[in-house]
């Protein structure tokens, strides 16, 4: 059974500070992708990451593929109060119809 | 263009009753899976459908059922309630699925509660 591990679970923090979060797995994903929720919405899609070792910014985000394609990081910079949500990785696999989503992460950033 | 819509947004039922929840996809897009989210479980996948067929299913009891129309739009029922499926229902759909890595773009939920 695939599964994927989110750390931490929870993180509050000032507004400014960098902050990175984990998804980790036993197992090889052929893709890795990273969702944003807020209260009362659906998961957003951030980014899809699918090659070992990849790196792809989106403004203060910054998502990392490890090279085994087992473990994934989302690094915010400075984050701001916009950033407040969780924080969903979810991993594929190449011939399977269904995603393995992590636990999450929430996220709070105080002004 | 429109996203995906889930309806009812809200929904109250009792123990044993049956519900039956649906989605609308974006348009063009043929498959679509639903999700289970609660705060001890998080998001858990229920089954995913692609040309009105069935291509998998997570680890959920027969309770649990689905099935999509030609126009791509899907519904999903569940049997004899319990306590414990009170949750946030999800449906996502996207161009040909998830094992080609597409994108999956969310509904905003439907939310079940069960007295």
């Known amino acids: 059974t695939q599964l994927l591990e989110q750390s931490p679970q929870f993180l509050s923090i000032q507004e400014g500070e960098n902050l990175t979060v984990y998804c980790n797995s036993s197992s090889v994903f052929s893709s890795l992708q990273w969702y944003r929720q807020e209260p009362g919405e659906g998961p957003v899609l951030l980014v899809t990451?699918?090659?070992?070792?990849e790196v792809k910014k989106l403004k203060r985000l910054t998502f990392q593929f490890g090279d085994a394609r087992k473990d994934s990081s989302l690094h915010i910079t400075a984050a701001q109060p916009g950033d407040t949500g969780l924080y969903l990785c979810?991993?594929?696999?190449?011939?399977?119809?269904?995603?393995?989503f992590g636990s999450g992460t929430r996220l709070l950033v105080r002004p | 263009k429109a996203g995906v819509t889930q309806t009812p947004r809200y929904l109250i039922k009792t123990r044993g009753q049956q519900v039956t929840l649906s989605c609308s996809p974006i348009?063009?897009?043929?498959?679509v899976s639903w999700y289970q989210q609660t705060p001890g479980q998080g998001l858990q996948f229920l089954f995913e459908y692609f040309s009105e067929t069935q291509r998998n299913k997570g680890n959920f009891p027969g309770r649990f059922s689905g099935r999509q129309f030609s126009n791509s739009r899907s519904e999903m029922n569940v049997s004899t309630l319990e306590l414990g499926d009170s949750a946030l229902y999800l449906c996502?759909?996207?161009?040909?699925?998830?094992?080609?890595?597409?994108?999956?773009?969310f509904g905003d939920g439907t939310r079940l509660s069960i007295l």
């Open positions: 996502a759909s996207s161009l040909d699925g998830q094992g080609s890595n597409q994108p999956q773009h």
């Open positions: 979810a991993g594929g696999g190449d011939s399977s119809y269904k995603l393995i």
């Open positions: 348009s063009g897009h043929r498959s």
């Open positions: 990451v699918v090659t070992g070792g």
